[in-house]
């Protein structure tokens, strides 16, 4: 590859870097999602009496056992043959957002059941309720020992942005489709570029984590917290 | 939405025949991408130097990309230079290549897990490192790879789904394409998810056997015998 | 029945327990009055612990019913937080708030449970503190404690409520020989000041000198209730005279 392509590829940057900020957008909103719904499903999962419990578990095997690609399809022309009118966007933040849920509440789930029994005990014996004793006692440590195995999936659900693509969002992948079509020489370098803003934003990301687990740590916290090497845990 | 179009089975022989696609293209992508990843996590542990940083690098690289950039790089990057595979085939390579940075990471902890008093024993009964990693570590390694390898196989069969995108008519690309002509994405969709759940449920089934078949008393991930 | 509930500060009345098969309260009663301390002994699975998490209801007990002055936490429909906000308890492995600095850990009772505004909560919080003699310790998290400093931070967070009942179950079992006279001595303080005390414990020193009466339970139910004094000298049952001897030799007598 010449370096009179690397220039040509250079005029695209901008274009794309706005096309990354899509895959952003779509991180931030179906992580936030999937966080929010996660926390839930795995309280339901802990806390609540049977029934509930294996209705949420069934939730989390069903988002987990489907592809990204079923989901964003069945959310974004299943709720459209269904009279919505719904954004492919709007669809992908959803289907990509309900799955992480499926992955986040295993995490919290794991989280919350390693805060030890006694202490539970101790905040309903100072007269806690259930509810205060979640917001006060549980979560401040299951969140905090949620962040290793959360930045897996944060990584994760980053790479899985680009399956927007599947269902017409025009993310990074598709903007960098429309540049090699247009221009077929450019095609290997403009997707290397593509996978090099990923590395690097990837980095950051895990960085940015890195350094909110070090500034909420806590002494004698860590032991339960597991790192895991897999894709998600 | 027709619940009655999903219980009838009018489009089972064609999903089916994308089904089977899927999981050639699994098998073939996880079989190679054992293979590749094996010799990096080899590499990882035991080598110093640029083969070291060649292996990390790979893995860093693959690891840190979205799966649908690597296959674009090679369906529609590589004939630019030249080099042009079916649609099948890209799948394949771009898939093993990916897992195979993944099992790298499995391979390379679990040989990492098995205690190093072992290693020191095989090498006092005059056993060559080759012959240590060949007869010690690595029937220790594989047992306790079996979990987390089982995570990746669910992982790759779903993954798998992105080849419709480069026109392979997989489990994904034939639903795809039925329920473009039939406007049934809804009924034809919940039919696909529940043939892929299906083929999970089964696989995970079948590797839990697995492990409890090669089970060693003692042999535990966690290494909580220090 | 009612009616003379409101002359006692606790009230405890045939409670019973079961876990499974196995009938671990079988009918206790007694009560106590304020500044009263009392201590529980009798050998291990005699239901002495399960006894104290009924009194604030951590346990269910089968049959029987708890009144805190005139409040009955046993009813159906009763203010269970509110009334165990009034009792505090102390834990055998102290279950100190990992995620929360020994003031925190103190401070979050009065602040979230009885909604003081944080600086006066934090006031008594460092009160607390002090008077466990731990003021220097408030932003050590528990990790960086002694078993004997979590101890007694955990006493301060029992306290911090104003509690009108403290009950501590083996509160010095989970201690290494030498960090147990620090968690003593606080709790002879508090029996001097005046703090109503039921105490699960096998310190037979801090029974016989601070205790007004010792309540000697077996299978399930008290078997003996008397004076330190006339307990050691006169036991009423031979199984009491046993145990105190057993426990004697075991544990010494620090006196």
Redesign the interface.
């Known amino acids: 590859m010449t370096a009179e392509i690397w220039s040509q590829v250079w005029q695209f940057t901008p274009t794309l870097l706005w096309a990354m900020l899509i895959n952003v957008q779509l991180l931030l909103a179906l992580i936030a999602l999937g966080l929010v719904t996660g926390v839930v499903v795995a309280l339901i999962e802990v806390y609540s009496p049977r029934p509930l419990a294996a209705l949420a578990l069934a939730y989390e095997w069903f988002f987990r056992g489907v592809p990204e690609l079923v989901l964003l399809f069945l959310f974004y022309f299943g709720l459209t043959q269904m009279g919505m009118d719904i954004s492919p966007f709007f669809a992908a933040v959803l289907a990509l957002g309900f799955r992480s849920s499926g992955y986040q509440s295993q995490i919290f789930r794991g989280a919350i059941q390693s805060v030890p029994p006694g202490q539970l005990m101790a905040a309903h014996s100072l007269g806690m309720g259930t509810m205060k004793t979640i917001r006060y006692v549980i979560l401040p440590q299951a969140l905090r020992l949620s962040i290793p195995p959360w930045s897996n999936e944060f990584s994760a659900v980053f790479k899985d942005t680009t399956l927007a693509y599947g269902i017409g969002v025009v993310e990074i992948v598709r903007q960098a489709r429309y540049i090699s079509v247009r221009n077929f020489p450019l095609t290997l370098p403009v997707f290397i570029l593509v996978a090099f803003m990923f590395l690097v934003l990837t980095y950051l990301g895990n960085w940015g984590l890195g350094r909110l687990e070090q500034r909420l740590h806590v002494p004698g916290l860590e032991t339960h917290a597991k790192r895991g090497e897999a894709r998600e845990l | 939405m027709d619940m009655q179009l999903v219980f009838d089975w009018a489009w089972l022989p064609r999903l089916s025949d994308g089904l089977i696609v899927t999981m050639q293209l699994t098998g073939a992508c996880l079989a190679g991408g054992a293979a590749l990843g094996l010799l990096l996590s080899l590499a990882r542990v035991y080598t110093r130097g640029p083969v070291y940083w060649l292996a990390s690098a790979y893995v860093q690289f693959f690891r840190g990309t979205p799966l649908l950039v690597q296959l674009m790089i090679i369906h529609f990057g590589l004939p630019t230079v030249g080099i042009r595979f079916e649609p099948f085939i890209s799948g394949v390579v771009a898939m093993g290549l990916n897992t195979a940075a993944y099992q790298a990471e499995y391979f390379r902890g679990a040989i990492q897990s098995v205690r190093s008093g072992q290693t020191l024993a095989a090498r006092s009964l005059g056993m060559s490192p080759l012959q240590t990693v060949r007869y010690i570590v690595l029937p220790q390694a594989l047992r306790l790879v079996i979990p987390p390898w089982s995570n990746e196989l669910v992982y790759m069969l779903k993954y798998s789904s992105i080849v419709y995108m480069i026109g392979v008519s997989d489990l994904m690309g034939v639903g795809r394409t039925i329920s473009a002509r039939s406007f049934r994405f809804l009924e034809l969709f919940i039919v696909v998810a529940m043939m892929y759940l299906a083929v999970v449920l089964i696989l995970t089934f079948a590797l839990r056997w697995l492990e409890r078949r090669v089970h060693v008393p003692g042999l535990t991930t966690t290494g909580r015998r220090g | 029945m009612n009616s003379d509930s409101a002359d006692h500060l606790l009230r405890v009345e045939d409670v019973h327990k079961r876990y499974g098969r196995e009938e671990v309260l079988r009918g206790v009663s007694f009560t106590m009055e304020r500044a009263d301390t009392k201590v529980i002994i009798g050998a291990s699975g005699t239901g002495k612990s399960t006894l104290l998490r009924c009194i604030?209801k951590?346990t269910d007990p089968d049959q029987g019913r708890v009144w805190l002055e005139n409040q009955e936490i046993t009813g159906r429909r009763a203010p269970v937080?509110?009334?165990?906000?009034?009792?505090?308890?102390v834990?055998q492995?102290f279950?100190?708030?990992?995620?929360?600095p020994a003031l925190d850990n103190v401070r979050?009772?009065p602040q979230?449970?009885k909604g003081i505004r944080r600086r006066e909560a934090t006031t008594l919080a460092q009160e607390a503190l002090a008077t466990v003699g731990l003021k220097e310790k408030a932003q050590s998290?528990?990790?960086?404690l002694s078993g004997g400093q979590q101890q007694r931070v955990?006493i301060a967070?029992?306290l911090a409520?104003s509690p009108k009942l403290m009950l501590f179950d083996e509160p010095t079992s989970a201690l290494d020989p030498e960090l147990i006279g620090e968690v003593l001595e606080v709790m002879v303080k508090l029996a001097k000041e005046g703090m109503t005390m039921l105490v699960v414990s096998h310190e037979m020193g801090f029974a016989r000198t601070v205790a007004d009466e010792i309540i000697f339970m077996e299978g399930g139910v008290i078997l003996e209730q008397a004076p330190p004094e006339s307990m050691f000298r006169n036991p009423q049952h031979k199984r009491t005279g046993e145990f105190l001897r057993k426990i004697s030799d075991l544990y010494g007598e620090s006196e």
Not at chain 3, 81 to 89: A, D, E, H, L, P
Not at chain 3, 141 to 144: C, D, L
């Open positions: 604030n951590l937080n509110r009334i165990r906000s009034q009792m505090g308890f834990f492995d279950n100190l708030f990992t995620h929360l979050i009772g979230r449970v998290y528990p990790a960086q955990a967070r029992a409520m």
